[in-house]
C-alpha cells in the first residue's frame, strides 16, 4: 500500500491503470463465487496491506478517497465472504488510532476480520504465520516463497 503511488497515478492521468487494478480484483473475486455456486470449494483469501511508505499526502488527498470508498464499496456489496481477514502491517500510531475509532462502526461479521499493527515485526509476523504457511508467504512477510514480478 504505502509502495503504490495512487495520487501519481491519478494526476498523471494513469487512473486507467487503477481502475484495471480494481477491476481485476473483482473478476478475481467473481470466479471465486462462480466456484463455490458450483459446488467447488474455493478458500477465501488473507489480505496483507504494508503501511509502510505511507503518506497522508500521498495516499488521502481528495482525488484519492473515492479510489479506496469504491474499493470498499464493491467488496462489502459484492464479495464479503470471500475474505477470510485483513491484516494491516506497519500502520504508523494515527492510523492505529483511527482503526480503533472506526471499527466499532464496521459491521460484526467484518469488525472481526481485520487486524491492525504498528512496526513490530514479530508481532504481525507472528500473527500472519499462524494461518499461512511459510512456503505461501513472501520473504517480506516472514516466508519463503518468491514471487514473479508483475
Same mark, same amino acid.
Given at each position: 500500500?504505502?509502495?503504490?503511488?495512487?495520487?501519481?497515478?491519478?494526476?498523471?492521468?494513469?487512473?486507467?491503470?487503477?481502475?484495471?487494478?480494481?477491476?481485476?480484483?473483482?473478476?478475481?473475486?467473481?470466479?471465486?463465487?462462480?466456484?463455490?455456486?458450483?459446488?467447488?470449494?474455493?478458500?477465501?483469501? &488473507? %489480505?496483507?496491506?504494508?503501511?509502510? @511508505? #505511507? /503518506?497522508?499526502?500521498?495516499?488521502?488527498?481528495?482525488?484519492?478517497? !473515492?479510489?479506496?470508498?469504491?474499493?470498499?464499496?464493491?467488496?462489502?456489496?459484492?464479495?464479503?465472504?470471500?475474505?477470510?481477514?485483513?491484516? &494491516? %502491517?506497519?500502520?504508523?500510531?494515527? @492510523? #492505529? /488510532?483511527?482503526?480503533?475509532?472506526?471499527?466499532?462502526?464496521?459491521? !460484526?461479521?467484518?469488525?472481526?476480520?481485520?487486524?491492525?499493527?504498528?512496526?513490530?515485526?514479530?508481532?504481525?509476523?507472528?500473527?500472519?504465520?499462524? %494461518?499461512?504457511?511459510?512456503?505461501?508467504?513472501?520473504?517480506?512477510?516472514?516466508?519463503?516463497?518468491?514471487?514473479?514480478?508483475?
Amino acid at each position: 500500500m504505502g509502495q503504490c503511488h495512487i495520487r501519481k497515478l491519478i494526476l498523471s492521468g494513469n487512473q486507467a491503470k487503477l481502475n484495471r487494478a480494481i477491476i481485476f480484483l473483482s473478476e478475481t473475486f467473481s470466479k471465486l463465487n462462480r466456484m463455490a455456486e458450483k459446488g467447488q470449494n474455493p478458500q477465501q483469501g &488473507v %489480505i496483507i496491506a504494508d503501511m509502510n @511508505g #505511507l /503518506s497522508v499526502t500521498e495516499h488521502f488527498c481528495l482525488r484519492c478517497i !473515492p479510489i479506496f470508498i469504491t474499493i470498499l464499496t464493491v467488496y462489502q456489496e459484492h464479495y464479503p465472504e470471500m475474505i477470510k481477514s485483513i491484516y &494491516v %502491517i506497519n500502520t504508523p500510531r494515527i @492510523g #492505529l /488510532s483511527l482503526v480503533s475509532l472506526l471499527l466499532p462502526f464496521a459491521p !460484526p461479521n467484518q469488525r472481526e476480520l481485520f487486524f491492525a499493527y504498528g512496526f513490530d515485526k514479530s508481532e504481525w509476523q507472528a500473527e500472519i504465520l499462524k %494461518i499461512i504457511k511459510p512456503d505461501q508467504l513472501n520473504p517480506q512477510f516472514g516466508g519463503t516463497k518468491l514471487s514473479k514480478q508483475l
